[in-house]
């Protein structure tokens, strides 16, 4: 753990936590903000202190929730022809949800695969594909404002830097529509994670504790009014431990601080936020394991000695790196940095009357994003003594190079680690030294009164500057098949020769052919204006926007041109290793000059046929320009350009439905239409590299929620027929089923309270789907449930219980090393949902 960084986290919590009024004690927390009025301070109670009664549990599904994100107006979710959810912050705190990807797997329409830990999900909305990895097709923002340009940023995906705690009030899901018109980059959906404001006095604090695994949390925040115009609101937490998996050193460590400050004016409002973020968390990558039986039916099981659930690549033992930076200089990581996540961002925001019913807003966000990804990754998994012949030849013997046996002969390797077996292993190490992201967003809008109902105009303009800076250096080694305490290994020719070096098989990757040893110093410029206008004549509302992208790519990239020896340990001898490093060719660099532009549109029209029913449809045209994805994989000429086509990928959608809301019970039912354009590479696919696909998708979503007195269930699912419609690198894929795309998917989240007591849990499942395109081996469905229960100690003071993934299910989202075909051995790397995890928390209201 990093001591220093602890305690000044620590530190930052015990001096916010000392500033807080001792009256703050009498209040009950804030949980949201009504959206309209987020401008303005909640009223006080009559005598300003909370009346200690029995709330009712709030509507799980609320369509008459005012719609802050991506709307043309103010408008509620029955009001609006836009498909949007929400979830608050009791859902929130409910779910157990460390990451902000977890959050998204209870919302419709949806498929979140956060099984690599605190970031780095690959997320689709509605068929949209996963092509690689990342969410391509969508955003994720903090009020409002993108955490990334970019949604599928190789190795720095924006849930990365963004950390859900206390300081979350609700967050908005947009699928599809308006996303087109008021975002950038996002046809496929905007997840809004909005933030409180202090318009209510109160907070909390919170402890979390592993109960079967090493993590221990604090949480607080805390708000309130300093005056009738003026309120605050700030929060955060510490945390530190091994984590949700047995790797046996402290991979967790680090925290988060966030807060603003918002002052009233005539007609408007000024805010100024900021967050603070320095943060580790472990990367989990697929591991070893075996799949036997039929491509169409695999069965799926642990290998000896290293279980599925809570097995992990790293150990104690495999900790120093060496390699060579983009540079040419030797540098050293330590593999315990994992999702190393560093923000700096500080963002101001305001609303003011100009007269005559004109509302300027402006808003701005401005972010010093750095970090690393650092990950063993399983390139191939085989027997000791095969891997062993294939680095030294025929003869080859092992030693252990790391460990308690370090430096001991294997005299027999069919016996080793319990299963004869070792892995070659690419450590995925990134450094991101500058991924700055600053955004403003600039609108004007008017109501006009008109005799058949109001219309709203608002015209915008966006502005982003996004950088992509970043430093590859894998390297390959050579590790035991061990879930826990793996060591390295060494391999001598049969003359006894050293081929490898402490475990290191080789400088770069060449069984990937040194793909990844690489530097990136890009820069994108975007420029939008747009426009929208909502009328509402009767029980109909219309609305039309439209919205002009204009990107500039700029900077230049390199990759290795060949190898060469180098003494990277500079100890005076030229080791096997040594002889073949690969170098980042830095002298001749190649350019990145384009200039792109789109037209997005999007028309929608709701219908009120009653206070109880909404019909609603839409129409949409998005775009997703494609960034650093197109680097390295013959998607930019000689010169640095990159033909429309390439650089600019559509997306159309059509959808339309019905909602319905009663006392006690509501319904959200979108039908869906979609095709898309992907143009993209993966580096860890050994299948096909390269991607220039087109896709269509249809089908149905449903959202629902029951809520009868202390009983809530909400409710939800997706079915997506997609396929792929053409293939320009590999024809033969043309009618398969995107990789990793599911035919159902679904949630289903009951709550019920008693006594002080509150039990709940959160069902997720998926249906079987293709590992890969050409399609060929599936992965199996699968359910996992969440359960919780809590009780309320006092007014004040609550306990809960969490156990995620309560039968410890096993939930394949990815196969590795051979996604066509179960092999005739049944080895194979893949990656699962986490094990069972259960944690135990103590909440105090402030």
Known sequence: MNVNAVRKHALAVAVMLALLPAAAMAQNESTTQPAATAGKPAAKAADGQATPTKPEIAKAVNLNQMVVTASPAALTVMGSSISVSTLDSSQIRNSGAQGAADLLRDIPGVRAESSGGYGNANISVRGLPV???????????????????????????????????????????????????????????????????????????????????????????????????????????????????????????????????????????????????????????????????????????????????????????????????????????????????????????????????????????????????????????????????????????????TGPNAGQMIANPAALSGNGLATRVHLFNVTLPNMDNATNNLTLKRTFELQDGPLNFLMGYYHSRQHIVQDWHWNTYLETVQGQNASLLDVYNAAGQKQTDHGLVAYGEPYWGNCCVRSYDANYTMDAPYVSLNW?????????????????????????????????????????PEQTVPVVDNNNPMPINYSKHHLEYSFGANYLVNTNVGLFARASRGARFNADRLLFGGGLNAAGNAPQGVAVNVVKQYEGGVKWSTRHTSLFVTAFYATTQEQNQDVTSQTQYLISRDYKARGVELEGSVNYGDLSVRAGATYTHSRITHDAITPSNVGGVPQRQASWIWQLSPTYRVSGFTVGATVIGTTKSYASNPNGLMMPGYTQVNAFASYDINARMSISLHADNLFNAVGLTEIDQSPGAVTSSGLNTARSILGRTVYASWRYRL
């Open 536 to 576: 509402q004549p009767g029980n109909w509302s219309f609305d039309a926007g439209l919205r002009y992208d204009h990107m500039r790519a700029g900077g230049t990239y390199a990759g290795s041109n060949g190898v060469s020896p180098i003494d990277v340990n500079r100890n005076g001898v030229i080791s096997v």
């Open 131 to 401: 092509a690689s990895g990342g969410g391509k097709f969508v955003q994720f923002q903090v009020d409002g404002m993108p955490v990334l340009e970019f949604g599928d940023i190789a190795f720095a995906t924006p849930d990365t830097f963004l950390r859900p705690d206390y300081n979350i009030a609700r967050v908005e899901v947009v699928r599809g529509g308006s996303a087109s018109v008021f975002a950038s980059n996002a046809p496929g959906a905007v997840f809004n994670f909005i933030t409180k404001t202090g318009a209510e006095k109160g907070g909390a604090i919170g402890l979390t504790t592993g109960l079967n695994y090493d993590s221990k949390r604090l949480d607080f925040d805390y708000g309130q009014p300093i005056s009738a115009t003026t309120r605050f609101h700030v929060g955060g937490f510490v945390h530190g431990g091994e984590g949700p998996k047995t790797i046996n050193y402290t991979a967790q460590s680090g925290g988060q601080l966030m807060g603003n400050i918002t002052h009233d004016i005539d007609g408007g409002f000024l805010r100024a936020s900021f967050q603070y973020l320095d943060d580790h968390e472990p990367v989990f990558l697929p591991v070893p394991m075996r799949i036997t039986g039929s491509n169409g039916s695999p069965s799926v099981s642990s290998l000896p000695g290293f279980n599925i659930q809570n097995g992990a690549m790293q150990s104690p033992y495999f900790r120093r790196d060496l390699a060579v930076n983009a540079s040419g200089n030797p540098v050293v990581t330590d593999i315990a940095s994992g999702y190393h996540s560093k923000v700096r961002a500080f963002g101001g925001e305001g609303q003011f009357d100009l007269g005559n019913s004109w509302t300027l807003h402006e808003q701005f966000r401005i972010a010093s994003n750095t970090g690393s990804f650092v990950g063993p990754y399983p390139a191939e998994v085989n027997t000791a003594s095969a891997l062993a012949q294939e680095i030294g030849g025929p003869g080859a013997t092992l030693a252990y190079a």
